[in-house]
């Protein structure tokens, strides 16, 4: 717009089929200059979603609608000096929309998909700690399991876990430091699990792993 914008609105977006998450914007950071058609225009990025698909097809991205306080000049004539100077103007509201886009999820590959996958896409390490290997009966021992790396981290599920049946177990205590940013979501999700030996011996916790799709490769 070659206007000056004093105020807008946007329409409530809904993402059907996607995972939404709005990023935060830093006003001053998101001001860039663009030469349209030979003019010079200021760019303002008004609204930054990061869209996670969840399921594959082509999928709608909605049009965006915003309702603006516009400053407009009036072309009639005025006798006044401060008119004559800086100029005649007055508040206007307008409303315009972008155009929705299209776009083509593709399906995950089934070839060879590992029995323990359940949807985790990106690149991702696992890392398996307990705070003790030597304890008493009925002395707890919590055990602490955490993927991290950049992707879907906010959808995963906990990997799959099998506690000695001596052992009482506690569902996990979930904890998220994921950061979402343009481009993509990155951090850690960890499960901690709280187990009690009931018997005295020696055990051990069977392997744990965690599948995901790694777009990259």
Same mark, same amino acid.
């Given at each position: 717009?070659?206007?000056?914008? %004093?105020?807008?609105?946007?329409?409530?977006l809904v993402?059907n089929?996607?995972?939404a998450?709005?990023?935060?914007?830093?006003?001053?950071?998101?001001?860039?200059?663009?030469?349209?058609?030979g003019?010079?225009?200021?760019?303002?990025?008004?609204?930054?979603?990061?869209?996670? +698909?969840?399921?594959?097809?082509?999928?709608?991205? *909605?049009s965006?609608?915003?309702?603006?306080v516009?400053?407009?000049?009036?072309?009639r004539?005025?006798?006044?000096?401060?008119?004559q100077?800086?100029?005649?103007?007055k508040?206007?509201k307008?409303?315009?929309?972008?155009?929705?886009?299209?776009?083509?999820?593709?399906?995950?590959p089934?070839?060879?998909? +590992?029995g323990?996958?359940?949807?985790a896409?990106?690149n991702?390490?696992?890392?398996?700690?307990t705070?003790?290997?030597?304890?008493?009966?009925n002395?707890?021992?919590n055990v602490?399991?955490?993927v991290?790396g950049?992707?879907?981290?906010? %959808?995963i599920?906990? +990997?799959?876990?099998?506690? +000695?049946?001596d052992?009482?177990?506690?569902?996990?205590k979930?904890?998220?430091?994921?950061?979402?940013?343009?481009s993509?979501?990155?951090?850690?999700?960890?499960?901690?699990?709280?187990?009690i030996p009931?018997?005295?011996g020696?055990y051990?916790?069977?392997?744990?792993?965690?599948?995901?799709?790694? *777009?990259?490769?």
């Amino acid at each position: 717009l070659n206007v000056n914008v %004093l105020d807008y609105d946007f329409n409530n977006l809904v993402f059907n089929g996607f995972y939404a998450e709005d990023l935060k914007l830093d006003g001053n950071a998101n001001v860039t200059t663009e030469v349209i058609n030979g003019r010079q225009f200021q760019v303002h990025t008004l609204k930054q979603t990061l869209l996670t +698909p969840q399921k594959s097809g082509t999928l709608e991205i *909605p049009s965006l609608e915003s309702e603006m306080v516009i400053r407009v000049r009036q072309d009639r004539r005025s006798r006044s000096l401060f008119d004559q100077v800086f100029g005649n103007y007055k508040n206007a509201k307008i409303n315009i929309s972008s155009n929705p886009e299209k776009v083509n999820v593709k399906t995950l590959p089934r070839t060879d998909q +590992p029995g323990d996958f359940t949807g985790a896409v990106g690149n991702f390490t696992l890392k398996v700690n307990t705070d003790h290997n030597e304890v008493s009966i009925n002395e707890a021992i919590n055990v602490t399991i955490e993927v991290s790396g950049n992707g879907n981290l906010e %959808l995963i599920s906990p +990997p799959t876990v099998e506690f +000695p049946s001596d052992f009482e177990s506690y569902d996990p205590k979930v904890k998220n430091n994921v950061s979402p940013s343009a481009s993509g979501s990155r951090g850690s999700k960890s499960y901690e699990y709280v187990i009690i030996p009931r018997f005295a011996g020696e055990y051990a916790l069977k392997p744990i792993s965690f599948s995901y799709f790694d *777009p990259e490769a």
